[in-house]
C-alpha cells in the first residue's frame, strides 16, 4: 500500500519549508501555507517508523470538513483544498498556547487524577471520579506550544502572568474553544458520539484570530460511542472509543511511552493495514460519510499537480 511519508517539493514562490510531525508545510511568497498533511503517525511525541496509508487523506477531509461548519463561530485559515491530503491557507501568527477542552475525565487528565491531582491547569476537580466519567462542566486544561519535545500543562494564570498570550485574546481563546466544543458535541451526537476532548490551535492575521490547524480528528480529538456508554461506566469497564488511543494502548502494551532508552515496536504490514483500516472507519463513523479513496499510483504527482493548479489561483 502506497503512502505519503514525506514531500520535498520546489514550489513556486516557495521561501521556507517545515516538517512537522505528521504535516509537510510550505511557505509560499509569505503570504500563503500550503500544508500537506502526510501519512505518517506519531504517538508519545515521537514519529513512528512507518507511514499508515489514506492516514493524511482522513485527517486532511475530517478537518476541511469541520473548518467549514464552525466558520460562523470564528473565521479559519482555509483559502482551499485542492488534494484529498493538501490544505492552503492564509499565514496567521500563532498563539504558543494550545487549548485543550474536556468533557470527561479521560487520557492524560484520567492519568493525573489517577495519580492524585485533583488540580489540572489550575482547575479544581471534585473527588470521586473515575475514568471516562463525564465532568461537571467541561474544563479548559491549556498546554504549551513546543517546537520540540513534550507539550506542557500550563494555567490560565500563568498564560497571563508570563505574557504568553494578552489577557484580552486569552479570553476570546476561551469563548471560541467552549463554543467550538459545544458545536462539536452537537455533531458528533448526531452521529451516536460523545466528542470526550480535543484541543484548537488560533493564530492572528490582519489583527483578527483565526482557527488553525486540524479539528475535531481522531489526532486531535477523543469520542467514545454514545450507545452503551452509561453501561460501560456502571460496569467500570474501558469504553469503546474512537480516537488514536488504540496506537497508544498497542504501544504502551509493547513498552513504549516516548521515554529515553525504550524501543518501538516493529509495526509489520499486517499492523499498518490494521491502523489504516481503523483511520478509515474514524472518518466514517466520525463524518457519517463514505470514505474515498484518493488515487495512489503516482501519489507524489497528484499531490504536487493539485497544488500547482491551485497556487495559479491564489
Not at 103 to 112: F, P
Request: aromatic share 8%.
Amino acid at each position: 500500500m502506497k503512502a505519503i511519508k514525506e514531500t520535498r517539493f520546489n514550489l513556486p514562490g516557495q521561501t521556507n519549508f517545515y516538517k512537522g510531525k505528521v504535516r509537510d508545510v510550505y511557505t509560499i511568497q509569505d503570504k500563503y501555507l500550503v500544508m500537506v498533511v502526510s501519512d505518517r503517525i506519531s504517538a508519545f511525541d515521537v514519529v513512528l517508523p512507518e507511514p499508515i496509508p489514506f492516514k493524511g487523506q482522513v485527517l486532511n477531509q475530517i478537518a476541511a470538513k469541520f473548518l467549514a461548519a464552525t466558520q460562523d463561530i470564528v473565521p479559519n485559515w482555509v483559502l482551499s483544498v485542492p488534494d484529498p491530503s493538501v490544505t492552503i491557507g492564509k499565514i496567521c501568527e500563532p498563539f504558543k498556547v494550545e487549548m485543550v477542552i474536556r468533557g470527561y475525565l479521560a487520557g492524560h487528565a484520567a492519568r493525573e487524577y489517577a495519580a492524585g491531582r485533583r488540580v489540572i491547569c489550575g482547575v479544581q476537580l471534585p473527588e470521586g471520579l473515575k475514568e471516562n466519567d463525564k465532568l461537571p462542566e467541561p474544563i479548559i486544561t491549556p498546554t504549551t506550544k513546543a517546537a520540540v519535545g513534550h507539550d506542557e500543562d500550563i494555567s490560565r494564570e500563568e498564560i497571563l502572568k508570563r505574557g504568553i498570550v494578552s489577557e484580552e485574546d486569552y479570553l476570546q481563546l476561551e469563548d471560541y474553544t467552549r463554543k467550538l466544543y459545544q458545536r462539536g458535541t452537537e455533531i458528533a451526537a448526531e452521529q451516536g458520539l460523545i466528542l470526550v476532548d480535543t484541543k484548537y490551535e488560533f493564530g492572528k492575521a490582519d489583527g483578527k484570530i483565526h482557527l488553525i490547524d486540524e479539528i475535531h480528528t481522531p489526532d486531535s480529538s477523543r469520542y467514545f460511542y454514545k450507545e452503551g456508554y452509561e453501561e460501560l461506566q456502571a460496569a467500570a469497564k474501558p469504553q469503546k472509543q474512537l480516537s488514536k488511543e488504540f496506537v497508544r494502548q498497542w504501544l504502551i502494551e509493547n513498552n513504549f511511552q516516548g521515554k529515553d532508552g525504550q524501543v518501538i515496536p516493529e509495526m509489520d504490514e499486517a499492523r499498518v493495514i490494521a491502523i489504516s483500516e481503523r483511520y478509515i472507519e474514524l472518518y466514517e463513523k466520525i463524518t457519517g460519510e463514505e470514505f474515498k479513496k484518493a488515487a495512489t499510483d503516482d501519489i507524489h504527482h497528484r499531490v504536487e499537480s493539485h497544488i500547482l493548479k491551485a497556487l495559479t489561483q491564489l
